[in-house]
Each structure stands twice: as structure tokens, then as C-alpha cells.
């Protein structure tokens, strides 16, 4: 028998589980799916907005391979760090362990200000009303969202998440899993103007056309695009691709068509705007600027918080990139959020490259000096970096365990523990299976019952361990 431990049960860590036991070379396979967390899933659950019901039933498949006789899901147990498994006494367990921890640290802008109150990464919003409980419920109720003006910084999918999140009234929101105090807080939510900022043009914006739709479906809000942004964008005049160069990404063209779609008669300073300001009083519902060609520099401060972003205005080199104008535009903002990206965070007790934010692989076999490291593997982000979609991570997946499996014969004359779970807990720590996992599914759902809503998330450590103990409901 061959036992494997995959560590992190998001998408990168089913799909490996998956392509173990899809795999015919080995046909006597154990996979055991450990999570920091007691609940499975990673970013499907605490990363997708509550309202893309869609792309989050996406559940329902990862369910069906975690529910495997040959799986077994192993919740609240971490890896590495002060109160986790080392990866050298997780190694002593099984034949195989595979690493699947995603990059859960956001990237910095590193420039003045950006500590100030009121200024956050994305991927703490994100996580706050997705309920995961290393956030806690309160941490934007008291006084982020009396924001009137909101700067989101990025042009990426997630940055359109959370701005939509903003701009969504609070109840088109109750008939999703968001924790109760997150919804009274948006309920409560004085922002009226969201800005979505990105540094270069529109044709170089990383967000889909889906997700950019959606911003001019949300009822009570308006889109507002500058047709002079756009217009300084090459590709934007020649949607079919610049004389002598390679034909527009169809998402590419699918996007300007939508944002020249906004820019007809609207544009920054239209219909009762006040430019760089709140919304003007021609207009009392909410209002989603797309800005582009503006780099911020500094996060300006009135009384001790974020009170605006400093931009540098910028036009494109003629080689792909931006260069600075010498112009300067200020966006009054109350609240701040960047979503420039994620990097990977370092595991102690495994190698890594601070530099790409991975850990050394090669086909996924972890390197240390250079050197395959028997019996450790990777995948997903923390492998390949931060890039790609959910899918990106079944052919990620099986490339790694195609090594895996070509070192089958050599790992399985290695010793490994006959019953991992016992170890563990003789080690100390309380695992919540996939018993503990359906208890807190009936928890959500009898809480969701008695708020009148479907299943609402439990967003703290205790609610959720509680909810795991109670196995017989």
C-alpha cells in the first residue's frame, strides 16, 4: 500500500487526491487530506464571493473525492510552525507527503501611508465576509465601511469581488452564507463610491469578462469610465490588434467592448459628479469608477486615517509597460484595498525561494541543495506561484503526482505509520474528520434556519470547533 499525505485541501489538494486515485500504476493507495482549518475546501469556501453561487458548488466535485473510502479528511491539524507538524516528523508517517498550501499572503504597495488605518489588503476583506475564523467576525463592523469613498487598487478579479461586495445592497446578500455580522455591517455601509484603479490600461487588466459584466448588473449602482483613459490605451483604438502585432486575447476584445459600452456618455465628472470625490447628489445610489494609467505613490492621512490615495498619472512606453506623466491626481478615499496580487509564504521546515515565494521543485519533487528530497512533493501555488484559475490546478496536479507515482517503488520501502491519525493524536492534537466537517454543515444550516436565511457560515475557531464535537448532532 502506498500512503500519502496532501497537505491543504483546496482545489490543488483534491485535484492531487484525485489523480492519486484515478492513477492504475499503484493500485493500493491511501490519501489522507490534512487542513490547518476544520473545515475543507480552502478558497472555494473563504475565497469565492458569497454571491458566485456557481463557481462555489464547485464544492459539490471536491466533496465527492473527499468522500472517497480511499480519502480521509484531517481537519485542525496544522503543518509547520510553533503549534504544527513538522514536515520532518509528518515525513516519519507516510511514504509520500504533498504540499498543497496555496500563497495566502497578499503583496505589499510599499508606499507611505499604507499602514494607516482604514487601509487593507483585499484579501483580509475577502476573508471577513467569507468568514474565516483567523479574521474574526468584527473586524470591519466598527468603522471601515462608514467609508463614503472606497479606493480598490487592482485590476484583477479579485479586486472586482470586493468592490462588488461593496456596491451590492446588503439584500441581494441574505439568501448567501454570509456571517451575520458581516451583513449587518454592509447593511450599515455608508460607501456610495467605489474606485477600481489599476496602473496600466485597460487591455492589460486582468479580470474577465464575466466578473466585469456583473459590475453593471448590480442593481442601484452605476458604472462610470473615462473615454480619455481609455482612449490612451493603443489597443483600445485598434480592438483587432495593433498593425504588425499578434491578434487581441478574445478576452481582451470582449473586455474594451464592455468598458466602451460604459464610457458613452458617462466618464469621470459626468452627471453630477464631483471628479476624485464623493458622489454628487444627481445620483443617490451607488457609483463603480474603472480608472486606469494611475500608479499610486502615497496613502494621504487626515486625523490619524486614510483620508485619500496620491496617484501618479501614467501613459504607456510603447514596449508594454507605463511610464510616470510628472502628473499627480488625489482620490479622496476613507477606505483602502489592495489586490495586487498574493505570494507564498514561507513553511519552516521546508525549502524555499523568497525571491518567487515557492518552494524549489522540479515536476514538483521538492529540492533541497538542488536535490529531489525523497518523499516530499508540491503543488498548486505553492509550486507554480499565484497564477492561473481553480482549474489551473488539475494539470498541476497531475504532473506532480506523475513523479509521485514514478517513485512509487522506492517510497514504499520506506516505513510508514500504520494508523497516521493515532499518531497525530498521541502527538497532542484533536483532528476533526469528515463526522466533524458534516457537524458543522448542520450547524451552518440550523443557524442559517433561524435567521430565516439558507446556511450561514460560523465565522469563529470556537463556534467551529464546537460544531465539529458535536458529531451525533
Known amino acids: 500500500m502506498l500512503s500519502v499525505a496532501v497537505v491543504g485541501s483546496g482545489p490543488s489538494g483534491v485535484y492531487t487526491a484525485q489523480a492519486l486515485l484515478q492513477q492504475s500504476l499503484v493500485p493500493d493507495v491511501r490519501v489522507q487530506v490534512l487542513d490547518r482549518l476544520p473545515t475543507p475546501y480552502g ?58 498550501v496555496g500563497a495566502s499572503a497578499d503583496r505589499a504597495l510599499a508606499v507611505p501611508g499604507e499602514g494607516l488605518p482604514g487601509s487593507y489588503s483585499a484579501t483580509r476583506f475577502v476573508s471577513w465576509y467569507s468568514a474565516h475564523p483567523d479574521i474574526g467576525a ?28 461593496l456596491a451590492r445592497g446588503a439584500g441581494e446578500l441574505r439568501r448567501t452564507d454570509v456571517p451575520r455580522a458581516a451583513l449587518r455591517a454592509l447593511e450599515e455601509s455608508r460607501v456610495r463610491e467605489v474606485h477600481i484603479v489599476g496602473r496600466r490600461g485597460p487591455s492589460q ?50 473586455n474594451l ?30 457609483r463603480i469608477r474603472l480608472r486606469f494609467f494611475l500608479r499610486p505613490v502615497e496613502l494621504l492621512e487626515r486625523g490619524g486615517r486614510v483620508a485619500g490615495v496620491r496617484f501618479a498619472r501614467t501613459a504607456p512606453d510603447g ?43 522540479a515536476a514538483g519533487r521538492v529540492l533541497r541543495g538542488g536535490v529531489p528530497s525523497p518523499g516530499e512533493y508540491v503543488a498548486g501555488w505553492i509550486k507554480r506561484g499565484p497564477t492561473g484559475v481553480i482549474g489551473s490546478n488539475r494539470s498541476c496536479a497531475k504532473e506532480t503526482v506523475a513523479s509521485l507515482l514514478a517513485d512509487a517503488a522506492a517510497l514504499t520501502r520506506r516505513t510508514a505509520a500504520d494508523d497516521p491519525l493515532a499518531v497525530l493524536r498521541e502527538w497532542g492534537l484533536r483532528p476533526v474528520e469528515w463526522a466533524g466537517w458534516l457537524s458543522i454543515e448542520r450547524a451552518e444550516a440550523e443557524l442559517g434556519r433561524s435567521l430565516g436565511r439558507g446556511p450561514v457560515k460560523i465565522p469563529d475557531w470556537a463556534g467551529l470547533l464546537a460544531a465539529a464535537r458535536d458529531e451525533n448532532g
Open 43 to 100: 478558497l472555494v469556501r473563504y475565497g469565492v464571493a458569497p454571491d458566485h453561487e456557481k463557481i462555489k458548488s464547485l464544492q459539490n466535485s471536491l466533496r465527492a473525492v473527499l468522500e472517497d473510502e480511499r480519502v480521509t479528511f484531517v481537519g485542525n491539524v496544522g503543518v509547520g510552525g510553533a503549534d504544527g507538524v513538522s514536515p520532518a516528523r509528518l515525513a516519519e508517517l507516510y511514504h509520500a507527503v504533498v504540499y498543497c
Open 319 to 361: 514596449a508594454g509597460g507605463v511610464r510616470d506623466t510628472g502628473r499627480y491626481e488625489d482620490v479622496e478615499a476613507q477606505l483602502v484595498l489592495r489586490a495586487v496580487g498574493y505570494r507564498g509564504v514561507e513553511l519552516p521546515g521546508l525549502p524555499f525561494d523568497p525571491v518567487r515565494g515557492t518552494v524549489p521543485h
Open 257 to 286: 467592448e464592455v468598458l466602451r459600452g460604459w464610457s458613452v456618455g458617462g466618464g469621470v465628472g459626468a452627471a453630477g459628479d464631483m471628479p476624485g470625490g464623493a458622489p454628487g447628489s444627481a445620483d443617490a445610489g451607488r
Open 138 to 165: 468584527d473586524a470591519f463592523a466598527r468603522d471601515a465601511l462608514a467609508a463614503r469613498s472606497a479606493v480598490v487598487i487592482g485590476v484583477g478579479n479579485v479586486a472586482v469581488d470586493v468592490a462588488r461586495i
Open 205 to 254: 487588466a486582468r479580470f474577465t469578462t464575466k466578473e466585469l459584466r456583473e459590475l453593471g448588473a448590480l442593481p442601484g449602482a452605476r458604472v462610470v469610465v473615462d473615454p480619455t483613459e481609455l482612449a490612451l490605451d493603443p489597443a483600445y483604438a485598434a480592438p483587432d490588434g495593433l498593425p504588425g502585432a499578434l491578434p487581441l486575447p478574445a478576452v481582451v476584445r470582449r
